[in-house]
């Protein structure tokens, strides 16, 4: 059997050997209990709906619409409402990317004294996938942005009053953060 000399490995060889170690652990390590498991399951479930309905904006517009409606439709001297909201975007997922940069200086010099400096430089985005549960591969989601509000329009009877109205625009701006310039409030016939 050859004997390995530590002497002769140089630094570079040492640090990659120590990588591979670090990494074989890594991968024999046990991957968590059953319990983890089926949380990973049910979040890949939860994934899955949330990349089927990225283009159902116009329910998103009806489910804010309903709802600020039932809510001042209960005001006092507001009365009856009628409500229009436009949203500025659809729905935007933000996914998980592996990014890599990579920098490489080479400098050359001739026998006649001529000399040159080449910089190369290197990135690679890549986008972080997970197991769906069904066997198929699907972007990992940071996070869900929803769509941001362009403009409100409320009619309501009670309108014509400008202390109603300015509730209205008070209760507008502080549920969607909308700027008032941006929400109209008219009187209902």
Do not use: C
């Not at 050859?2 to 050997?17: A, H, Q, V």
Request: hydrophobic share 35%.
């Amino acid at each position: 059997m050859k004997k390995i000399e530590w002497k002769n490995i140089g630094l570079d060889k040492l640090i990659l050997l120590l990588a591979a170690g670090i990494l074989l652990l890594v991968i024999a390590l046990p991957s968590g209990s059953s319990k983890e498991q089926s949380n990973e399951s049910k979040n890949s479930a939860v994934i899955e709906p949330i990349l089927s309905n990225t283009n159902d904006t116009s329910s998103y517009e009806e489910q804010l619409e309903a709802r600020l409606k039932e809510i001042l439709s209960q005001v006092k001297g507001v009365g009856e409402v009628d409500v229009m909201i436009t949203l500025k975007s659809s729905e935007e997922l933000v996914i998980q990317t592996d990014s890599s940069k990579g920098n490489s200086i080479t400098e050359e010099s001739d026998s006649q004294g001529g000399s040159r400096k080449v910089t190369e430089t290197e990135e690679s985005v890549a986008t972080v996938l997970i197991d769906s549960g069904g066997g198929e591969q699907v972007p990992y989601v940071l996070k869900e942005l929803s769509p941001q509000i362009a403009g409100v329009l409320i009619s309501a009877q009670g309108g014509g009053n400008s202390v109603i109205k300015n509730e209205i625009y008070e209760a507008v701006e502080a549920l969607f953060d909308v700027p008032v310039h941006k929400i109209k409030v008219l009187e209902k016939q």
